[in-house]
């Protein structure tokens, strides 16, 4: 089974809670605060498999969760820090953002890719202590880590694709040129997925060819397979079109050629400004030499398209060589491969929670309760121990420096009206 576009959800690992903790010891007076930081989340982090080729690993596993970081503990004990999760991924990859389906990252010839950091540890009350505030009794909760749906999209890396109507001989080409065993029928669809071949030249020499199924007249528009693996066209650098040239369906060689140039240009434009080699196939089912008198029209045709024409035959071998020859020759001029630059701008910095200026948050009125929501006040709420004054104090100052309750008496709220923060309700005094 071949799998080339999954939606999946990756959640990194939250960071540890600070420890709220006081040294005690016999014959140590005022041990003061000595509670530890958490640790860090784990990451998740996409990297490059080469062996393969498919999605297939993500049918049955669409969610991935890295562990949270440990909880600090008293003497100053460090929580311990998550490790990071790694998703293997093929080359040619693309990570997109679910909900705009932009690029995030191109996982072609790349290292190691972390999609969704973990969050950082809370601090221990050991790190609030001040000469004025020596016991401090409060410390601050870890970070979420990031989480988001994305969806990874297979565009395979080949540096020549067979393209052409089912049944030209496109998987009999690839048998024959590489080591790829593809699966060959004399019936229509038989190649149901895309499949690569590395094709060994002298001296060492090679390159990666592709066969890529299921183009009919329609393809660009979901007739067919073809809709489901145009996408594999857009890396190749170079188009072999693979044409039946005995018309032993009926069908005219040149029309097929033009049909399927259109479904190109239909889902990207580039391709058809792609170089293409024309490989007219199944010369061995010609009666005589006669038949090759009617080729002078289509020489013609393929000139005015600016392509060389190989007649081969898949089936005995015949000019084979010759495709490769006029492929290897082609080589050094042919475009690079296309490599997809990332459309998620760069991320904001997040502001400071207990820094001045106004930072976002929305307010809704529900049922007479003026519930407030903001990623940043969010942390702030995590951070903060309720059952401590010197906490709640501090909570009062952020959201009178940061602007929330100058939000509120503008949304219109009375004094003694119930105000609620992710969980925490309290009433407002102005």
Known sequence: MFLDKVEIYIKAGNGGNGCVSFHREKYVARGGPDGGDGGRGGSVVFKIDKGKNTLLDFKHRRRFTAENGGDGKSSKMYGKSAGNIYISVPPGTLIRDAGTNKIIKDMSNCEDFT????????????????????????????????????????????????????????????????????????????????????????????????????????????????????????????????????????????????????????????????????????????EDSRDFDNFKEFEEYAKTLGCDVVYISAATGQGTDKLIEKIVGLYPSLPPLKIYGSEISETEPEPETSGGGSHDVTIT????????????????????????????????????????????????????????????????ID
């Open 115 to 286: 999609i969704a950091k973990g969050g950082k540890g809370g601090w221990g009350n050991a790190r609030f202590a001040t000469p004025s505030r020596q016991a401090p009794n409060f410390a601050k909760n870890g970070l979420p880590g990031e989480e988001r749906k994305i969806i990874l999209e297979l565009k395979m890396l080949a540096d020549v694709g067979l393209i052409g109507y089912p049944n030209v001989g496109k998987s009999s080409i690839l048998n024959i040129v590489s080591m790829a065993r593809p699966k060959i029928a004399n019936y229509h669809f038989t190649t149901l997925s895309p499949n690569l071949g590395v094709v060994c030249v002298d001296d060492g020499f090679g390159f990666v060819m592709a066969d890529i199924p299921g183009l009919i007249e329609g393809a660009s528009d979901g007739l067919g397979l073809g809709h489901d693996f145009l996408r594999h066209i857009e890396r190749c650098r170079l188009l072999v079109h693979v044409v039946d040239i005995s018309s032993g369906e009926g069908r005219d060689p040149i029309d097929d050629i033009d049909n399927i140039n259109h479904e190109l240009a239909k889902f990207s434009e580039e391709l058809i400004d792609r170089p293409q080699i024309i490989a007219a196939n199944k010369i061995d089912l010609l």
């Open 365 to 428: 009125v529900n049922k007479g309760v003026y519930e407030v929501e903001g990623e940043w006040l969010y942390k702030v709420v995590n951070s903060v121990n309720f059952g401590d004054r010197e906490s709640v104090l501090y909570f009062q100052r952020v959201l009178n420096k940061s602007g929330v309750i100058e939000k509120l008496r503008k949304s219109g709220i009375n004094e003694g009206g119930t105000v609620s923060i992710y969980g925490v309700e309290f009433d407002f």
